[in-house]
């Protein structure tokens, strides 16, 4: 017996000791500043790494001020469908569609004077959106509480100014922003924590394995990119650009920066996850008929061009309406800019100095299409043949073809030259120029 108990303590010196011993794993995400289409790819990594890994739960540690609805939306349903346990750790403000994303965790917590409402959608003018985008941000604030079995009402009222709660300081035509103790007071918030620690020791996580996830470069360059505010930039600066290369010889840094902006967009777009490589493709497609239409007539290529490049920028957002407005500010930017070259700075494309004849035949630099005879003028001659105005004269021994002032002139008529217009001579009958 002594034997075995010697063998099973040698044994056990080889099994690998581990530290945690809840064998829990807690990933603890940042949504911070404004929500916008570029944070769902991260979101979307975070959650998916959790997920491979068994976590127990994902504590987002929460301070925006709001952002994109159609961006909330998504990270919304991504959060609502995973199976891993989500808490939203409110650490200062989860206003607008931060609000939203945290409704659709399973549980919240807040810091003290944290705030979390607010939730009105505003337009690019900072105006009230329509009907229609309320009554749907109204219907997904109501159904995210409910999935979290919440009391819709306070979301609504979050959105949804019209209802009357005058003991939360939101009386009719003021939207609901809750503190940290009304938010637990009407079961939205599950309780109030000083920090991270004090929440990872009240959900009994202190002995569990935290791994904090950051964006890498490439997503924090995406957020930047896809940001609503950016995306007109980036395409203005892309097709200024390459309006200014064709105005510049050789290719330069106005071409380098146009190719740069129009990278750097479908590149967040691409890591963002709204757009795929085919939206890529297509943009080369339409820039090299585009091109070919400089060498090919007819236009057809240029229209399918411009068609193609059209096509991948709308295909590289989930916002029609903010890339229709994004792309109407980059062509006036290279409708100005073409102006100003042309009327300010006298630049004409130098594609067109290739396709098109700019030399003139002009008398000062000795070209002529017909030879001048002006030393024939006050010359005196003969009519070969009558002028009806026209005919021919004899000067000196040479036959000309000339033409009268208009009157009707016999043959054998004294004629005088008058005028030398290239190869039109003008004779005038002697007889009445000497009346």
Excluded: C
């Amino acid at each position: 017996m002594t034997i075995f108990a010697f063998l099973f303590a040698f044994f056990l010196m080889f099994v690998p000791f581990k530290g945690n011993a809840s064998n829990e794993i807690i990933y603890v995400v940042p949504i911070t500043e404004t929500v916008e289409k570029g944070m769902y790819a991260f979101l979307n990594r975070a959650v998916q790494t959790a997920e491979e890994e068994n976590a127990s739960a994902i504590i987002f540690e929460v301070d925006t001020p709001g952002g994109a609805v159609d961006a909330a939306g998504k990270i919304g349903k991504l959060l609502s469908s995973t199976k891993v346990k989500t808490i939203a750790f409110i650490n200062k403000q989860a206003l607008s569609a931060g609000a939203y994303i945290s409704l659709n965790t399973d549980d919240i917590y807040m810091t003290p004077g944290s705030t979390m409402g607010s939730a009105a959608i505003i337009n690019s003018e900072g105006n009230t959106a329509g009907k229609k985008a309320e009554s749907y941000w109204f219907a997904a604030m109501e159904e995210a509480a409910k999935q979290t079995k919440r009391d819709p009402i306070y979301a609504l009222a979050m959105a949804d100014e019209s209802i009357h709660l005058p003991d939360y300081n939101a009386p009719k035509g003021k939207l609901l922003t809750l503190g940290s103790e009304a938010a637990y007071k009407v079961g939205y918030s599950k309780g109030t924590v000083n920090n991270l620690e004090e929440l990872l020791e009240k959900l009994e996580y202190s002995d569990a394995e935290i791994q904090t996830l950051e964006e890498s470069f490439a997503e924090k360059i995406a957020r930047l990119i896809t940001h609503p505010v950016i995306i007109p930039i980036l395409l203005s600066i892309g097709s200024l650009g390459l309006v200014l290369e064709l105005y510049s010889p050789g290719f330069g840094i106005p071409g380098f920066m146009g190719l740069s902006a129009l990278f750097l967009f479908f590149y967040g777009h691409l890591v963002a996850g709204l757009a795929g490589y085919e939206t890529i493709i297509l943009f080369v497609i339409g820039m090299g008929l585009i091109i070919a239409e400089f060498f090919l007539p007819g236009g057809i290529a240029g229209i399918l061009g411009l068609t193609a490049i059209l096509g991948s920028l709308f295909l590289a957002s989930d916002n029609i309406v903010h890339m229709g407005i994004s792309i109407l500010i980059a062509i006036s930017v290279s409708i100005l800019a073409s102006i100003l070259m042309i009327k300010v700075f006298g630049k004409k494309m130098k594609i067109f100095k290739k396709l098109i004849l700019t030399d003139s035949t002009k008398t000062e630099q000795g070209y002529v299409s017909n030879k001048n005879r002006l030393e024939l003028i006050g010359l005196e001659g003969y009519a070969l043949t009558a002028l009806r105005p026209s005919g021919t004269i004899v000067i000196e021994d040479e036959r000309i073809d000339a033409v009268s002032e208009g009157a009707f002139i016999l043959k054998d008529a004294r004629v005088r030259v008058v005028k030398a217009e290239g190869s039109r001579i003008v004779v005038r009958e002697i007889q009445k120029i000497d009346k």
